[in-house]
């Protein structure tokens, strides 16, 4: 096996098919953002605190789903048990949230799960993550902003009370309802984020501490209402679990994507002054006290009002009318446009600095890539995106679209934890270095038995690409330690990485045997058998492994680590898997539709244009070697 320069001239027949297999495959710099071969890329300001991160964060969490889902959720699935939805919901977000804090301090870059993909999985993978991420942040900022606009009209006095120029109206002889408000909210929010980030996220934080404050006020009132009636909703013949615990279950999925906004928090990563301290902090207190939150104004409206009754459009400001205080309606429904405000600046802020680390890899146009001098922020990719999300906001109700946004958070949340695994068990031993160090690669003396394991490298195009090194190595090795065979260095990674495949694959079969009702009872069973087995194989398997030493120097050191690795992590997968086969043949059907556009994009530009086409992989012990200067972007 041996090191070469991955390029892309392919040849005919089976070269060619190998080398856009390899395209696929191919990882980046720890942080590339800052080291390339085109030159330094423009960085984004060091401007983001602790008070900051808690600011983005929960103000990307707690939106609508408060004000509206708990009505919804506790009348069909959850009854009085609504605050166990929620907590069961929290601890799965919590998952994915551990395995977003440890990659969000080791690899402090802008991306997000895009950035980890590409370093940990490959190109192709980050590639459609990105993707699917520019799908989640368009749609979810247009589906907020459709919302505002008839909150905005009930404090004003009711539907019609907004100003002709803001209200919406239907298009005559068309079935479409235009909806101004929304557009000029999302616009006005896009000028906001071209100002700065801390200016902008100092806006946030405003609005966000208003809406908690009237969660609070909705806590503490009805608290003191539920005392004096005698907590009515839980006096009830039917008991806590009037749906049975599968109802609670059923509801903690509905409410699961309540938790999504700390991905955002871990999209600013470089924007943050101290990321390995601030990032998993900010993430898991934005989580914690949006968790919060949620489970006490659920305990307190349930005993307002019992489930069956509530209104499952404006469940809080009801329950309060129905004991005498209608002002308070008032200043429920000015919370309700206050959080989604908050979460509008959350969907639209992550999304330029997605295609800002997509454009820097030249993965799309170095258009994205722009970094305004005097704000330090993304500009063009910040107009761009609130372009379309006004436009969207502007001509559809894309709320039947909203499933859309799903698929690009589980896919995030799935790839994080395989990331996870890949950095604990088999992180990459060799990186990308341009191909104009050549020459001083081929001068380095590398050592014969030194240890490879990548697989795009080791058996690439021999035929037309010179090997750098040869390496011999046995498949075991006999040592004292406790008179018997281990494995060696190589091939313990070779089986870490068959078995992270193997959890993966089983955890997929498993969900989707789980979920599908029409198969045959033999053949479902089956499919969880397997599924199972792969599953409990890789985790045993992991489970014994000893994790890989590099990982302590795999990306920047003296972070957070997640715990209970390798069960967190395929516990995380098993729980995404599990929504995203549930989402429905409909939303996977539209959500094809754009990752289809998305590969012909990826074929005829991103392939061409990647920053890693002619990039030469060296072991990751000889990069100062040939180039001191690199030594910033490895850890």
Not at 19 to 46: F, W, Y
Not at 295 to 305: D, E, R, T
Request: hydrophobic share 45%; with cysteine.
């Amino acid at each position: 096996m041996g090191f070469m320069v991955d390029t892309q001239d392919e040849g005919g027949g089976g070269d060619h098919s190998w080398g856009c297999l390899r395209t696929l495959i191919r990882r980046k710099q720890v942080d590339s953002s800052s080291n390339g071969e085109t030159g330094i890329h423009p960085q984004l300001a060091k401007a983001l605190t602790f008070p900051h991160l808690i600011a983005i964060g929960v103000g990307s969490t707690i939106g609508a789903g408060v004000y509206i889902l708990v009505g919804t959720v506790a009348r069909e699935h959850s009854g009085p048990a609504l605050a166990f939805s929620f907590l069961i919901a929290g601890i799965s977000a919590a998952l994915s949230a551990f395995c977003y804090a440890e990659l969000s301090s080791r690899f402090p870059s802008a991306g997000s799960a895009y950035h980890y993909s590409y370093i940990c999985i490959g190109e192709g993978v980050a590639w459609l993550i990105g993707w699917a991420l520019i799908l989640e942040y368009t749609i979810g900022g247009s589906t907020v902003a459709r919302g505002i606009s008839p909150n905005l009209a009930m404090i004003f006095g009711g539907e019609d009370s907004l100003p002709s120029i803001l209200s919406r109206h239907q298009i005559p002889g068309l079935d479409i309802v235009v909806d101004p408000c929304a557009a000029v909210l999302v616009l006005v929010v896009t000028g906001l984020l071209c100002i700065g980030v801390k200016e902008s996220t100092f806006a946030q934080g405003i609005v966000t501490t208003a809406n908690v404050f009237v969660m609070l006020f909705v806590i503490v009132v009805g608290s003191y209402l539920c005392f004096k009636t005698g907590w009515v909703g839980y006096e009830l013949p039917t008991g806590y679990f009037p749906y049975g615990v599968d109802g609670m279950l059923t509801g903690s999925a509905t409410v699961f994507f309540a938790y999504i906004g700390f991905d955002t928090v871990a999209s600013m990563a470089e924007e943050v002054k101290k990321p390995q301290r601030d990032l998993p902090l900010g993430i898991g207190l934005s989580l914690l006290l949006s968790c919060l939150l949620y489970m006490m104004v659920s305990v307190v409206i349930v005993g307002l009002v019992p489930y069956y009754a509530m209104d499952p459009d404006t469940p809080i400001s009801s329950a309060f009318s129905s004991h005498g205080m209608q002002w308070a309606a008032y200043l429920i429904t000015l919370g309700a446009v206050m959080a989604l405000c908050s979460v509008l600046m959350g969907s639209i802020l992550p999304q330029p600095r997605i295609l800002m680390a997509m454009a820097r890899d030249g993965l799309l146009p170095s258009f994205f890539s722009n970094v305004n001098q005097r704000t330090q922020v993304p500009i063009n990719g910040t107009v761009i995106t609130g372009c379309c999300a006004a436009n969207l906001a502007f001509f559809m109700d894309v709320s039947q679209l909203a499933g859309m946004v799903s698929v690009g958070t589980l896919v995030a949340f799935t790839m994080v934890a395989v990331s996870v695994l890949i950095v604990r068990y088999v992180p990459p031993d060799e990186v990308p270095l341009p191909s104009s160090l050549q020459e001083r690669i081929c001068s380095v003396p590398f050592q014969s038995g030194e240890e490879n394991s990548s697989s795009h490298v080791e058996t690439s195009i021999r035929s037309t690409q010179p090997l750098l090194y040869e390496t011999n190595a046995s498949i075991l090795e006999k040592q004292e330690a406790q008179g018997g065979w281990i494995l060696n260095k190589e091939n313990r990674r070779k089986l870490a990485g068959w078995s992270i495949m193997f959890t993966c694959t089983g955890n997929f079969l498993l969900s989707y045997a789980a979920s599908s009702f029409h198969l045959p009872g033999l053949l479902r069973y089956s499919l969880c058998g397997v599924g199972g087995l792969f599953l409990l194989v890789g985790l045993i398997v992991l489970s014994c492994l000893d994790q890989d030493d590099a990982r302590h120097s795999f990306g920047h050191s003296g972070g957070f680590i997640c715990p209970f690795v390798p069960l967190l992590p395929i516990v995380c997968i098993l729980i995404n898997m599990y929504l995203l086969v549930n989402l429905g043949a409909g939303t996977w059907a539209r959500v094809s539709v754009w990752l289809f556009i998305g590969v012909l994009v990826y074929i005829f530009y991103g392939r061409r244009n990647s920053a890693l086409v002619n990039a030469v992989y060296v072991p990751t012990a000889h990069t100062e070697e040939i180039s001191p200067t690199s030594r910033d972007s490895l850890a």
